[in-house]
């Protein structure tokens, strides 16, 4: 059984949704479906949740808000339109107006979004409607209730096929509670996870997580395989991926997550898991994806006889932790130690750090280089195989880059590299290019 989420872009107008669908018949196995709110159609049109939005915030102000509530209209109207749908949404909608005029919250409005799109798409596929409100249950603190969310879907869902709003569900008195943006992706796969699927697809626009930023490297392909600790070495450094609370309740589960594309559902996409251990192609690529950022500073404390000192690492490090600055990486060396900081983040309390250091530890020198890049080389193949480094420098002395820093563990996922901020996007270019 598999769980397939569609984001909004995939349910902009009739087109997507005939897409969705052809998608879902493609493959029975596709009976739990959890759908978005209607997404942009074109570069300047409006999202339904931030038209929903911004309704609430007329209401809220007193100032009249038809305009824009017949914006959301319409959009539903002509998809059930395009679709041929014998669904009496105008009732509903009125129903829904006349509630705003008495009263009505900002998540339950905006909850509409979700609502209505998952009643056109339950009718058009003519699967049941299941409304998130009757088992996704969040506790007084606004975390999820998993035990609870996870039993009652299971009862409501089973051997049916569903249609199931995202983004929203219940508080223990009844009332609609939203999750953050893009919350849908999280309904996914709370519903996977309590219907314990065999995969978790998550239908969008992109045909899966990139190799590098495409902006970056525009050939950029889609990495076909990833683990979640890899994922997480990216996104730490800058790669858009999915949010950690969306990927939780599937990887606690060890159920794979798989990104497609609605526009081209012939592509695999990215398949997402714990580890591919024993079922993988053995010579495949070391390298998984290339991320980073530019805007790091990199402190270097100097002082003789450091490193014959019990825990002055500590102690630097204790001075970044005293003023709530995390420290990204480290690189050491004999009587030297480099802290490789966020630079907007260490900004207000860079004297202060600085000056503490000084008088504290007294050290030879303190010296800061910034505008500095990270590019961050993931890949779960590079640990004990000879000449995964090699060829990532090579590549990058080849185009006359010049490396500032390098931070690689032993158990290594990535290896860090430190650049100047001019050198950032023709390291990332040369690191793609010499893995391929
Ligand atoms: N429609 C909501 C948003 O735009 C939730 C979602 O699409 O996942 O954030």
Redesign the pocket.
Known sequence: MKVAKF??SSLADAGQYKRVRKIIERDPARKVIVV??PGKRFADDH?I?DLLYLCSAHLQYGVPCDPVFEMVMERYLSIRDDLQLPLDLEAEFAALRKKMDEGISQDELVSR??YFSARLMAAFLGYEFLDAALWLRFSLDGTVDTDASYEQLSRLAADRCVVIP??YGVMPDGRIHLMQ?????ITGALAAAALDADIYENWTDVSGILMADPRIVKEARSISHVTYSELRELSYIGAQVLHESSVFPVREKNIPLNIRNTNAPEEPGTVIRESFEGEEEQEGKRITGIAGRTGFSVITVTKNGMSSTVGTYRQILGYFAKYGITVAYTAGGIDCYSCVVDEKKLEPVKYAILAELQQEMKPDTIHVSEHLAIVAVVGRRMAFRSGSSARVFQALAEKNINIRMISQGPEELNIIIGVEEKDYKEAVRAVYQSCQ
């Open positions: 984001g909004g978005s709110a999202k949740t979004g979700e995202g983004f943006r893009g919350g849908s992706d």
